[in-house]
């Protein structure tokens, strides 16, 4: 049994698409990442950074964290989604770090400037024009590469459920895709798989990923890690 410490971010999704996909057992388990669950000690102990996804592997004692990881941990654990040969294993693996190491966390902070510093009046418009150039040139690289093959390392991989979930936002960070035809037909076809179209239930009974406000302050201070909302600060010094 697999027990997924999960929230509906796209980095969460990624490992519930690969256990709707693996077609294992696991049991949901909330981190409610705007009420600051994924601070608590003991999520800690399995999470030093405070961040979701984790799992914790029944069978084998094993608990692993990072998305990528995890993804590598259980399609080596299913021999699923993962070639065993080369070159089409090595195929795998580099974009798959791709998205770990460069469009996810470039995505990750074109978002912050695009959807959450506007927010709070300390918009950087050198940054925000950064990262948008750099998120963009990396979407124009996954279209050329999607020109060439039906998925991005050839068959249905972890590659393509590491990326889907952040492309399938991609206006969350400020990205237009209408002229990116082959990420679209790309994802168009993912998102018919069954393992995308899981939706599960907060424990509130909402299914979508909470929006961030930063003039609610808590939930502020809970996903910048306890950094202060600026506007509290305002308000503190007035």
Known sequence: MI?????????????????EEIQI???????????????????????PSAKIPVIEDSDTGTTVFESGAILMYLAEKTG??????????????????????TFGPMVGQATHFHSYASQIQVADSYASERYAKIVRSLYEDLDRRLATTD??????????????????????????TANLANVNLWAKEISKRA????????????????????????????????????????ITNE
């Not at 699923?80 to 190491?101: C, G, I, N, Y």
Request: proline share 7%.
């Open 3 to 19: 027990n997924l410490y999960y929230d509906a971010t796209p980095n969460g999704r990624k490992i519930l698409m690969m256990l």
């Open 25 to 47: 057992p696991y049991q949901l388990r909330w981190v409610e990442i705007d009420k600051g669950q994924q601070f608590d000690p003991l999520f800690r102990t399995r999470s």
């Open 80 to 101: 699923q989604l993962l070639p065993a040969d080369e070159p089409a294993r090595s195929d795998v693996m580099k974009w798959l770090f791709w998205q770990t190491s």
């Open 151 to 176: 998925y991005v390392a050839g068959e249905f991989s972890i590659a393509d459920i590491a990326l889907y979930p952040w492309v399938r936002v991609a206006k969350g960070h400020g990205v237009d």
């Open 195 to 234: 393992c995308a179209k899981v939706k599960p239930q907060r424990p509130d009974g909402s299914g979508a990923f909470k929006t961030f406000r930063a003039d609610n302050t808590s939930v502020w201070d809970a996903l910048f890690a306890n950094q202060k909302s600026p506007i509290q600060k305002d």
